[in-house]
């Protein structure tokens, strides 16, 4: 097993994902569902500056998720492994970033929206948020492909990691798993942020196990050897 600066960096980089990650999320004063309501922006509004600090933590975790990826493809996209390891880690980033841009916004309409409703009456508040449905909508489909996206990756990554125990075995199939879950769920239920958010805090657990297990294990890259 190969433990070094790299692979400390690179666990370290999965445990800081899943602390701005959940800790945005979970210190968040308010949770957007998949489309604003009026009453968000209330909400939102007792505490501004709070809620859209909280975000911008959450979106920095999806950020270190992905620097977390670029670093374990560094340390691991070699000959045989780079065959499963680059397309599966290549498409968790895309899908990782997908959704960052999605969270941006959430976050940034929805600040927006407290000035834009604040003193408006209720025909206002609606004239406001009709104007707003079409964008809402199109990002939608930001989420549900970031998320198809991720999966897809992780299934791959979950696979060269089964291959060539390049880490614990169950870590391996808990990737995996974690993907096909991921997908299953986007590809056959119609949007609810409330169906998939399990799905959110298993992936933090994820990456918690990941960063745990590079510190304490490195990786190992003899599997594959001649």
Not at 162 to 181: D, E, N, P, Q, R
């Amino acid at each position: 097993m190969i433990k070094d600066f790299e692979t400390k960096f690179t666990g370290w980089a999965f445990l800081v994902a899943a602390l701005l990650l959940w800790g945005g999320w979970a210190l968040s004063s308010h949770h957007v569902g998949e489309y604003f309501v009026a009453t968000d922006f209330a909400s939102i509004g007792e505490s501004v500056w709070y809620w859209i600090w909280m975000y911008r933590i959450h979106i920095f975790g999806w950020v270190t998720m992905a620097i977390a990826m670029f670093s374990f493809i560094a340390i691991t996209a070699r000959k045989p492994y780079r065959v499963l390891i680059l397309p599966g880690a290549g498409m968790t980033i895309v899908g990782t970033f997908t959704i960052a841009i999605a969270a941006a916004y959430y976050y940034n309409y929805g600040a927006w929206g407290v000035g834009q409703t604040a003193g408006k009456s209720p025909e206002e508040i609606q004239a406001f948020m009709d104007s707003i449905l079409y964008t809402n909508q199109y990002v939608t489909c930001f989420v549900r492909f970031g998320r198809i996206f991720s999966g897809v990756g992780l299934v791959l990554l979950g696979a060269a990691l089964i291959k060539w125990k390049i880490v614990s075995l169950w870590l391996g199939w808990f990737t995996a798993l974690l993907g096909l879950v991921a997908m299953g769920i986007i590809l056959s239920i119609a949007d609810n942020f409330e169906i998939y958010e399990p799905v959110f805090h298993i992936k933090v657990l994820w990456l918690i196990a990941m960063g745990v297990m590079l510190l304490r294990n490195g990786v190992n890259l003899t599997e594959g050897k001649e």
